[in-house]
Nanobody, 110 residues
Framework: QVQLVESGGGLVQPGGSMRLSCIAS????????MGWYRQAPGKQRELVAT??????RSYADSVKGRFIISRDNASAVSLQMNSLKPEDTAVYYC?????WGQGTLVTISS
C-alpha cells in the first residue's frame, strides 16, 4: 500500500517563496504521474501541477510561470512556489494514482 507524506507548508508573506516536498513509500512505480492539488477554504480541490518520471510537466493556468514541479525520482515530487499571492492560500495535497497525502497548509499573508 502506498503512503504519501508532504512537508514544507507554513506562513509566508506575499511575493515570497516556499518549497513543498512529497515522499511516497510502498509499491511506487515511476510510470505513473505524481501531482499536487490544493483546496482553499470554501472551494473545491483543484489541480496545481503534475509531473511524469520522464520530466513531462503540466500546470494550472493560475500558477504557470510561478510554480515549478520536479519529479525528483520515482517516489518523490516537489513543488517550488515563487511570487506567492494571498489567493495561493490553501491546503496542498500530493497525489499518486488514487492515493492522497494528508495535506500541508500554505498561508500567504502579511
Amino acid at each position: 500500500q502506498v503512503q504519501l507524506v508532504e512537508s514544507g507548508g507554513g506562513l509566508v508573506q506575499p511575493g515570497g517563496s516556499m518549497r513543498l516536498s512529497c515522499i511516497a513509500s510502498g509499491r511506487v512505480f515511476g510510470t505513473y504521474n505524481m501531482g499536487w492539488y490544493r483546496q482553499a477554504p470554501g472551494k473545491q480541490r483543484e489541480l496545481v501541477a503534475t509531473a511524469t518520471a520522464g520530466g513531462i510537466r503540466s500546470y494550472a493556468d493560475s500558477v504557470k510561470g510561478r510554480f515549478i514541479i520536479s519529479r525528483d525520482n520515482a517516489s518523490a515530487v516537489s513543488l517550488q512556489m515563487n511570487s506567492l499571492k494571498p489567493e495561493d492560500t490553501a491546503v496542498y495535497y500530493c497525489k499518486y494514482r488514487e492515493v492522497w497525502g494528508q495535506g500541508t497548509l500554505v498561508t500567504i499573508s502579511s
